[in-house]
């Protein structure tokens, strides 16, 4: 049986010119970037040669970019390193309801630690409204933590309007571009962010590789401690060849952004219409406006949105039901929750999430598997 | 699957058979929730843990089969947690593997089965199934290894559920189970049983009630009373009669001549009855919510045997209808020890599982 990828929020595959630079650079790159050497400079050659290339897909210096493990500890490092930076006897964060459990959790740990943290409401449409950050400041807010794109809706966020409300108060602001990046234009200057996560494998590079832009002059205190690479920011050895290719993902992300874009926006398009001309009771959740092309969250009313994953995997086609985390979730997403959406309803959603792979043929093939398992899941639930 | 030797031997089976096989685990209850009740060394046995997930996860992709697990926590809380901690604090003695067999493995389970598009649910469960034909009904028999024999658990099932219902491993015994794992080279083949209740570590009930009642935010009540004798003597006190069961000789802490069981408990006024074990016969009992499998009920009396627990022989009893048509009336032909309500009784003709219902 054919399989197709529509989860491609979840993670991504590897491009194929991103797994040559992996593979040139695992087979022959083996030096440690810090050493003085011959071998260690072919690695730091390589080190800098992705650092020049993630800044330049986010218009930032090429000093401002620290490589680490993933999105995860670039949103840990991003947030614990500032809240942390000076001791200070009391710190207040902000951040948003609808946020990755990369930032939900860091800021839960922090609170637990005697941080006093808000978490900003979002409108149906699932977007922060800035009046509400300007109304959550206070004297002693240490940093704003909001995502540029939500994984599960694709909405995007006010960015620079946010950071404005936050620099006004004199408060750096910390986005999760974890999917954002590569989907839609990132330009640290024009959106003024101060820290900026990045994940390899959202962006058709490996897992285990992703970045945090950290804008010159940002207090930032480490949070593992050891050598002294990247700029005493993150230690330990780099990982070279996961790096180099994050470094050719971001060159080839900068280079079809716009065609790309585009495409998988009509792609998108083209399966919502379809599936709400045929399909009754069901509808996008979030806003259709101010989202990256290739995100769609729908809600088919009377159906068990984990069985209809299970259903339309056993047809071959692999959507989820939410963030990939699910198989232990029993509560439904808490960003359809924070949207409005009743708990049956946020059960009732999936999510498609497209990508380079996909083609107009698969997204028909799709609404009809869609069509055909909505008919059969509303027929035999009793529950639901 | 639940990671165990029988539902993955059951998977393997039906694979080697040819069916189009897809493996679920049914995620059930998040140990977790009740942190205090699980020691960092806990090993299998629990229900839904990782570890389990892990095994029964690698046995479908030894045998080569779609795999997913599935999560009816919030079922099970609301239709087998939360009745078993009502029906303790009513001073009955409740079995969940009965009502996670009605209400959650051969229901809402059986919807997930429909909802892929499968025809049958395989489970690991030791009983047997067969289509009758005279009487045009799925009938419920004991499994070859009555050692093993689950339909006591299994007496509320319909006969829509039955009809859907395949148990692979009824005309096998436990050894047998275990060999051809082996055979079949399964990672599972020689893991431990899983003992008692799923939900509850180290069979500590009491203690997994307490928990249970914290997190919920609900107050203990006031619990403790007093322990009489069946002539009406306080003898001593307890702590609540959910820490009790009727038949229990343990953990009263009273020292007597002779030794004291639990003849009944009251929670209305906290009492906990204590006599000797002739105290505990009794003669016959009324059973409620009657669920009929192998006939369709009984208007004349029905000779049988009957169990009153899982660990109970079955007895010779006649079991007749009374005005209630969802209740009969079990008379034992000698008197059984502890008859506990709560639990189920279950009628058997032979190895025929004729129906059963609660002893309240």
């Known amino acids: 049986m054919q399989h197709f990828y529509f989860d491609h929020n979840a993670t991504t595959p590897v491009a194929p010119e991103v797994l040559e630079t992996a593979m040139s650079c695992l087979s022959q790159v083996y030096g440690n970037a810090s050493s003085i050497h011959h071998f260690g400079q072919a690695a730091k050659q390589k080190l800098e040669a992705a650092r020049r290339q993630v800044a330049a897909l986010i218009h930032a210096s090429p000093a401002e970019v620290v490589f680490t493990s993933g999105g995860t500890e670039a949103d840990n490092l991003a947030i614990l390193g500032v809240v942390r930076a000076p001791s200070r006897p009391q710190a207040h964060l902000i951040t948003s309801a609808i946020e990755h459990s990369a930032v939900l959790a860091t800021a839960a740990q922090l609170e637990r630690e005697g941080v006093a943290v808000t978490h900003l409401p979002v409108s149906a449409a699932g977007t922060v409204n800035p009046d509400d950050l300007r109304r959550a400041l206070r004297p002693e807010t240490v940093l704003v933590s909001i995502m540029h794109a939500n994984n599960e809706l694709g909405t995007v966020q006010p960015i620079a309007d946010i950071a404005r409300i936050a620099h006004e108060a004199g408060v750096p602001l910390h986005v999760d571009g974890v999917q954002a990046l590569g989907k839609i234009a990132v330009d640290v200057d024009s959106l003024a962010v101060d820290l900026y996560s990045m994940s390899g494998h959202k962006l058709y590079a490996p897992k285990g590789v992703g970045a945090l832009y950290v804008r010159k002059g940002t207090r930032l205190a480490p949070t593992t401690f050891g050598g002294h690479h990247e700029r005493d920011r993150r230690p330990g050895t780099e990982n070279v060849p996961g790096i180099a290719a994050l470094g050719a993902a971001a060159e080839l992300a900068g280079r079809t952004l716009t065609a790309e874009s585009e495409r998988l926006a009509a792609l998108r398009d083209r399966l919502e219409a379809s599936v709400l001309d045929r399909i009754s009771g069901a509808g996008i959740n979030g806003a259709r406006w101010n989202r990256t092309p290739n995100t769609s969250n729908i809600y088919f009313d009377g159906v068990d949105g984990e069985a209809m994953v299970i259903a339309l995997d056993l047809r071959g086609f692999a959507v989820s039901t939410g963030s990939a985390c699910s198989s232990g979730a029993i509560t439904p997403s808490h960003v359809l929750i924070a949207l409005g959406l009743s708990a049956d309803r946020a059960r009732s959603s999936l999510r498609f999430s497209l990508g380079r792979s996909n083609t107009a043929e698969q997204v028909d093939a799709l609404a009809d598997a869609l069509a055909a398992s909505v008919t059969h899941l509303r027929r035999i639930s009793v529950h639901a | ?360």
């Open chain 2, 1 to 360: 699957m639940s990671g165990g030797v029988d539902s993955s031997t059951v998977a393997a089976l039906l694979v080697r058979q040819g069916h189009k096989i897809v493996g679920m685990t049914m995620q059930l209850w998040n140990q977790r929730r009740l942190p205090e009740l699980v020691p960092e060394t806990a090993g299998h046995g629990r229900c839904c843990s990782l570890d389990d997930v892990y095994d029964a996860r690698r046995v479908a992709e030894q045998v080569g089969i779609p795999y997913y697990v599935v999560n009816f926590e919030k079922q099970f809380e609301e239709q087998v947690v939360q009745p078993f901690v009502e029906e303790y604090l009513a001073g009955r003695t409740p079995i969940p593997c009965t009502l996670c067999n009605n209400y959650i493995k051969f229901d809402r389970f059986l919807e997930m089965a429909d909802a892929v598009g499968a025809h049958y649910i395989a489970t690991g469960h030791y009983a047997r199934v067969r289509y009758d034909e005279p009487t045009g009904r799925y009938q419920l028999l004991r499994a070859r290894d009555e050692s093993k024999d689950q339909t006591y658990f299994l007496f509320g099932l319909t006969q829509k559920q039955l009809a859907r219902t395949l148990f692979p491993l009824g005309e096998m015994v436990k050894t047998e189970v275990r060999e051809l794992a082996r055979a079949m080279d399964l990672s599972v083949a020689d893991k431990g049983d899983s003992q008692e209740i799923c939900f509850v570590p180290n069979g500590d009930y009491a203690a997994f009630m307490s928990a249970y009642l914290k997190d919920k935010g609900i107050a203990p009540q006031a619990t403790r009373g007093a322990i009489v004798t069946t002539d009406g003597r306080t003898i001593g006190e307890h702590e609540g009669v959910h820490h009790f069961t009727v038949g229990q000789r343990r953990g009263l802490g009273i020292a007597a001549r002779e030794p004291l069981y639990v003849i009944s408990t009251d929670p209305e006024t906290q009492r906990v009855v204590v006599g000797g074990n002739d105290d505990l016969l009794r003669g016959r009992f009324i059973a409620r919510r009657v669920n009929w499998i192998s006939i369709e009920g009984v208007t004349a009396p029905v000779r049988a045997q009957v169990k009153i627990r899982n660990k109970h022989a079955a007895a010779p009893a006649t079991v007749q209808a009374t005005a209630d048509p969802t209740c009969v009336e079990v008379v034992f032909e000698d008197a059984q020890r502890a008859v506990t309500p709560g639990q189920g009784a279950v009628f058997y003709d032979g190895d025929l599982v004729l129906g059963g219902g609660w002893i309240g």
